[in-house]
T-cell receptor, first 113, second 110 residues
Framework: DADVTQTPRNRITKTGKRIMLECSQTKGHDRMYWYRQDPGLGLRLIYY???????NKGEISDGYSVSRQAQAKFSLSLESAIPNQTALYFC????????????FGPGTRLLVL | QQQVKQSPQSLIVQKGGISIINCAYENTAFDYFPWYQQFPGKGPALLIAIRPDVSEKKEGRFTISFNKSAKQFSLHIMDSQPGDSATYFCAARKGGKLIFGQGTELSVKP
């Protein structure tokens, strides 16, 4: 969905490096989410934010941090990347009051060597 | 623990056949059950969803069957087409957050 963009789309990094994945949305939604997708494990929630001043841990937040710079921007950081963080990462947005649907970005494929 | 269990992990169906994917959940506090469809290289997109006070919802060739007492729900794709080949995820919502199943890779053969 072009309304939710993620950068970069692909990234190769080395163990121990700090990297940031960025998400921007033009849908005007207040809620934003970060997920990782691994084969056989589905989508797992890393962090979520219901508004700019609200940040919450998901089920697998260890090794990750986030920043909600504005309503439209939500960044995910890996402070010190490790190989088992190799995965496909998705950002998603939803409207808090009116909407139940989550709209996903195109994903970032991350490889940690 | 896996709060939403999805099966099968992969499914091959002939064109025109019925595809059935099943999910089971444990937490009775879940209040919304969507199915998402994901094509290669794309993010998941909402396909169809149901609330627990309804036993069935149909949209075109796609139907959700919901069994509240058994804590199970399933996606049926009638007249499956090669264009339906994708990964399908069930999910359940609690507190505004979605818990996803493990995913099913569907391949529809011509």
């Amino acid at each position: 969905d072009a309304d939710v963009t993620q950068t970069p789309r692909n990234r190769i990094t080395k163990t121990g490096k700090r990297i940031m994945l960025e998400c921007s949305q033009t849908k005007g939604h207040d809620r934003m989410y970060w997920y990782r997708q691994d084969p056989g494990l589905g989508l797992r929630l890393i962090y979520y934010s219901f508004d700019v001043k609200d940040i919450n841990k998901g089920e697998i937040s260890d090794g990750y941090s986030v920043s909600r710079q504005a309503q439209a921007k939500f960044s995910l950081s890996l402070e010190s990347a490790i190989p088992n963080q190799t995965a496909l990462y998705f950002c998603a947005t939803s409207h808090g009051l009116a909407g139940e649907t989550q709209y996903f970005g195109p994903g970032t494929r991350l490889l940690v060597l | 623990q896996q709060q939403v269990k999805q099966s099968p992990q992969s499914l091959i169906v002939q064109k025109g056949g019925i595809s059935i994917i099943n999910c089971a959940y444990e937490n009775t506090a879940f209040d919304y059950f969507p199915w998402y469809q994901q094509f290669p290289g794309k993010g998941p997109a909402l396909l169809i969803a149901i609330r627990p006070d309804v036993s069935e919802k149909k949209e075109g060739r796609f139907t959700i069957s919901f069994n509240k007492s058994a804590k199970q729900f399933s996606l049926h794709i009638m007249d499956s087409q090669p264009g339906d080949s994708a990964t399908y995820f069930c999910a359940a919502r609690k507190g505004g957050k979605l818990i996803f199943g493990q995913g099913t890779e569907l391949s529809v053969k011509p």
